[in-house]
């Protein structure tokens, strides 16, 4: 039997584990384990385990079985130690050394990346950029996450923190992440005179017609196709994968994003470019981090 390796996607509300074959599909997803519940990282390792240890169970398998577990988090992280750095929804994990401690605890080799990183490698390996040999990945969610895959690897950059572009700073006063994330839409809307406390209902108000609705897309959309030019013009890559809970309201903000995109992009790109939705859902974290996992 081939071996299998498992992926697994910490977030600031569930942690996420997958068990994923040497073909890069989902074999079994594990039940989420409620972030919120755990108050260390020793305890996240156990509760993650526990979860793995039973879908390995249940599909008449056993660790002996695994090549590996491939992790991805927020960051920014010490790659070289395997520590998270700083993550604002996770503060348990800051300074732990949580590729040691979770191959320690498994019995088995482990990889850690930033989560940008392995949605990137996930889409770019077996979803929608597959085959592509330069690959930028978008995350819109809560933050505005990047990774860059070239010729099927992640690059990390000489510090491991290539890609953390969304903390850059944009215009007079903040960053790209303040204009380009969940909040961003919700501060931008309110700004124009609207009222909403999630993406959904902004996106529900714009299926209606709403004029301050779909106004607020359409910033959100020009903003976001600007931060994407700049990493075209840097990198030229064939396709950008975006992914994440915004890509819902692609309707809404991709005229906007493509238009300003176009604008700021030289004549070679914007006729080659590929901008597209992640083909993998909600499971690219999940299988972009078994990816890091080696097989041989």
């Given at each position: 039997m081939s071996?299998?390796?498992v992926g697994i996607d910490i977030g600031g509300t569930f942690i996420k584990a997958?068990?994923?074959?040497?073909?890069?599909k989902l074999r079994q997803q594990c039940t989420p384990v409620p972030s919120e519940s755990l108050s260390n990282g020793d305890e996240l390792i156990a509760a993650t385990l526990a979860v793995i240890?039973?879908?390995l169970a249940s599909s008449g398998n056993s660790r002996s079985d695994l090549a590996g577990i491939g992790i991805g988090c927020p960051g920014p992280l010490d790659l070289?130690?395997?520590?998270?750095?700083?993550?604002?929804?996770?503060?348990?994990?800051?300074?732990?050394?949580?590729?040691?401690?979770?191959a320690e605890t498994a019995g088995v080799p482990v990889w850690l990346d930033n989560d940008a990183n392995v949605f990137a490698l996930g889409e770019a390996r077996a979803g929608a950029a597959r085959g592509a040999r330069y690959v930028v990945g978008v995350t819109l969610g809560t933050g505005l996450g990047w990774g860059i895959v070239l010729d099927g690897e992640t690059y990390h950059g000489a510090t491991g923190t290539a890609a953390e572009y969304g903390l850059s700073a944009w215009g007079p006063s903040g960053n790209w992440e303040?204009?380009?994330?969940?909040?961003?839409?919700?501060?931008?809307?309110?700004?124009l005179g609207g009222s909403a406390d999630s993406p959904q209902k902004v996106s529900d108000l714009a299926d209606r017609g709403d004029q301050l609705a779909l106004r607020a897309w359409r910033?959100?959309?020009?903003?976001?196709?600007?931060?994407?030019?700049?990493?075209?013009?840097l990198l030229d890559p064939h396709v950008v994968v975006l992914g994440g809970a915004m890509v819902q309201a692609w309707k809404h903000f991709g005229p906007a994003?493509?238009?300003?995109?176009n604008e700021h992009i030289f004549t070679l790109p914007r006729a080659q470019l590929k901008v597209v939705?992640?083909?993998?859902?909600?499971?690219?974290?999940?299988?972009?981090?078994?990816?890091?996992?080696?097989?041989?």
């Open positions: 071996k299998l390796a997958g068990l994923v074959g040497p073909d890069l240890d039973e879908a070289s130690k395997g520590m998270v750095l700083e993550t604002e929804n996770i503060f348990m994990l800051n300074g732990f050394p949580l590729r040691e401690r979770f303040d204009h380009v994330s969940i909040r961003g839409l919700l501060n931008t809307f309110k700004e910033e959100y959309g020009t903003v976001l196709g600007l931060a994407i030019s700049h990493a075209v013009n994003m493509m238009e300003s995109l939705p992640a083909e993998l859902g909600n499971q690219a974290a999940l299988i972009g981090a078994a990816c890091q996992v080696k097989w041989q």
